[in-house]
């Protein structure tokens, strides 16, 4: 089934541009902008940072019906505001803040490794845009919250078997963009830049790993990732890395950002587990966004009918 969705209205379009101003200028007040004024600041700058979220474009897409929970889905509003994505700042609202100043397109990917395929592709070589679909996933956060969202994207495996990894391709490695001039959080080293994050092959071939294009019937806004970000909802949020440019298929596992900031934290696989808990909190329960109290976190975040086989005989506490 083939659905046009509506276009994003001008007027919710409106209100985000007016809400994003709002909280930009606040901050900008509240916290730097005194002094950056006092230190004459150039007018343009201030101008800049106005310029906001660009245009959402809507999206033609098929509802994939193997996916969609009957569960609520999160407020829009929380999911494009609520966000992890450190290269734009550590707090929640940082991205949707700063985040309009990625260039999305022209985009491309490169691709390197043990592949028949190496080069550079444009992000439309590598998304075929005729054959999105819908997708409602849960992400659960390694903080211990969770969203129910529905996004529109691809299969990993489709544009994986574009790229031709050889034999020895054990591991698939993505890596974010890591540009000072457009990624202001870049200039703290709370991660190892660029953000970097892997998968072994056969779980990038499970169906569920996805590449999320967009969000809401909607072109994905870039705080959550665009113009492609990884979705693996058995795994724990950070694993699905954001505003991907390089593709390398490797055959050792890789270490990742988050395994180099905290070994004894952050494992390659990061399988939502409420039976291992991270050293410093308990992963057993969850609060989802927009609800009250917390619920019971589910093994594979409920997802082990699909994924539980790519684990078998391997101890789980050892390989978080
Ligand atoms: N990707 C990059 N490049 N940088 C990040 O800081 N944060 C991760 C993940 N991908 C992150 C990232 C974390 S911790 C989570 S929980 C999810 O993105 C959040 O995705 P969302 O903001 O779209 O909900």
Same mark, same amino acid.
């Given at each position: 089934m083939l659905i046009k969705q509506r276009k994003a209205s001008d007027e919710s379009e409106n209100n985000v541009t007016s809400e994003w101003a709002y909280l930009n200028r606040r901050k900008l007040m509240l916290g730097a902008g005194a002094a950056l004024i006092g230190a004459g600041a150039a007018l343009s700058d201030l101008q800049r940072r106005d310029a906001g979220p660009r245009e959402l474009g809507s999206l033609d897409f098929s509802q994939n019906p193997a996916f969609r929970p009957d569960e609520v889905v999160t407020p829009e509003a929380a999911v494009t505001r609520y966000n992890n994505f450190y290269e734009f700042g550590v707090s929640k609202e940082d991205p949707f803040i700063n985040a309009w100043r990625l260039q999305t397109s022209p985009w491309s990917v490169t691709v390197d490794g043990f592949t028949d395929k190496p080069g550079t592709y444009a992000f439309e070589d590598l998304v075929d845009m005729n054959a999105l679909q819908e997708r409602i996933y849960r992400l659960r956060c390694v903080e211990a919250w969770s969203m129910v969202i529905p996004w529109i994207g691809v299969p990993l495996a489709s544009i994986i078997k574009k790229l031709a990894p050889t034999s $020895? *391709?054990?591991? %698939? %490695?993505?890596?974010?963009? *890591? $540009?000072? *001039?457009q990624m202001p959080g870049?200039?703290?080293?709370v991660i190892d830049w660029p953000y970097q994050e892997g998968l072994r092959m056969d779980e990038a071939m499970n169906d569920l790993a996805f590449i999320a294009v967009g969000l809401f019937g909607k072109e994905i806004p870039n705080q959550n990732g665009a113009p492609m970000r990884l979705v693996t909802p058995w795994k724990y949020g950070f694993k699905s890395i954001k505003s991907i440019v390089r593709i390398t298929f490797s055959d050792t596992q890789p270490t990742t950002s988050w395994m180099k900031t905290g070994p004894s934290e952050y494992g390659f696989f990061s399988n939502v587990n409420p039976e291992v808990s991270h050293p410093r909190w308990s992963q057993a329960r969850e609060r989802r966004i927009g609800e009250f109290g917390r619920r019971d976190t589910l093994k594979f975040n409920g997802y082990g009918e699909e994924v539980a086989d790519l684990y078998a005989g391997m101890d789980l506490r050892k390989y978080f």
């Open positions: $020895d *391709a054990k591991y %698939v %490695v993505f890596e974010t963009l *890591a $540009d000072p *001039a870049i200039r703290w080293p």
